[in-house]
């Protein structure tokens, strides 16, 4: 059994940065793919962001080039990175981990469940969530 638990939301004006982190159980990063998620009120679920075993990275168009994830295996930790914050950024983010989930792309969302393109559940762990709220 995964346990993830995400940490560091808080409120922050435009423009600013903050660093989310997601408790992970121990080996977890070693060999499951690590993903971000955000859902934002009456919007969908959306992947952010992602990085597999060995370390590499993708984005979303929407956060690339500003949101940067890593890992800290010594300590079990998943970080994400968020700089130039903005307003349509403020969401519930929540981390989640699947040993081979479809790519971002090939995630899709609805009502808080995320799958694959075939229907199958596309990360089988999932977080509580930490709010990230963003003023103008």
């Known amino acids: 059994q995964v346990q993830l638990v995400e940490s560091g939301g808080e409120s922050v004006q435009a423009g600013g940065s903050l660093r989310l982190s997601c408790a992970v159980s121990e080996y977890t990063l070693e060999t499951y793919s690590m993903g971000w998620f955000r859902q934002a009120p009456d919007k969908e679920r959306e992947g952010v962001a992602v990085?597999?075993?060995?370390?590499?990275?993708d984005y979303a168009d929407s956060v690339k080039g500003r949101f940067t994830v890593s890992k800290d295996y010594a300590k079990n930790f998943l970080y994400r990175q968020m700089d130039t914050l903005k307003p349509e950024d403020s969401a519930m983010y929540y981390c989640?981990?699947?040993?081979?989930?479809?790519?971002?792309?090939?995630?899709?969302?609805?009502?808080?469940?995320?799958?694959?393109?075939?229907?199958?559940?596309?990360?089988?762990?999932w977080g509580q969530g930490t709010q990230v709220t963003v003023s103008s």
């Open positions: 990085i597999d075993g060995d370390d590499r990275t």
């Open positions: 989640a981990a699947d040993r081979n989930p479809p790519p971002l792309n090939g995630v899709y969302c609805r009502r808080g469940y995320c799958y694959t393109e075939d229907g199958i559940e596309a990360y089988t762990y």
